[in-house]
């Protein structure tokens, strides 16, 4: 399973870092990523990456968070992280943590998904 931390209560301007950890199953080869979703709205892509080989990693993000977020994977690739700097009311969301053999943006193409953490944002 994915299994997803960090997420709460935060200000606009305030900084937040999920994490999400896979067990049971070794995931450093495959795309661990980030979509988010709220009430009455359709699960949307925010960040991917994946390992390229060496020390490169491929990563992605959506265009409305890529100034402001951040995804990296732990040297063991079990472990990703989100970044989150400059929060703002509309990143208000419970965000999915996705594992995929490919690089998926689109959420019905994700094998595997944590159960989501919360992330609250007040003005």
């Known amino acids: 399973p994915l299994v997803e931390s960090g997420g709460g209560l935060a200000q606009a301007g305030d900084s937040l870092r999920l994490s999400c950890a896979a067990f049971?199953?070794?995931?450093?080869?495959?795309?661990m990523g980030w979509f988010r979703q709220t009430p009455g709205q359709a699960r949307e892509f925010v960040a991917m990456?994946?390992?390229?080989?060496?020390?490169?990693?491929?990563?992605e993000y959506a265009d409305s968070v890529k100034e402001r977020f951040i995804i990296s994977k732990d040297n063991a690739g079990q472990t990703v992280y989100l970044q989150i700097n400059s929060l703002a009311p509309e990143d208000s969301a419970v965000y999915y943590c996705a594992a995929d053999l490919n690089y998926p943006k689109v959420p019905t193409l994700v094998d595997y998904w944590g159960e989501g953490t919360r992330v609250t944002v007040s003005s």
């Open positions: 049971g199953r070794n995931v450093s080869r495959y795309s």
């Open positions: 990456t994946k390992w390229s080989g060496g020390n490169r990693y491929l990563t």
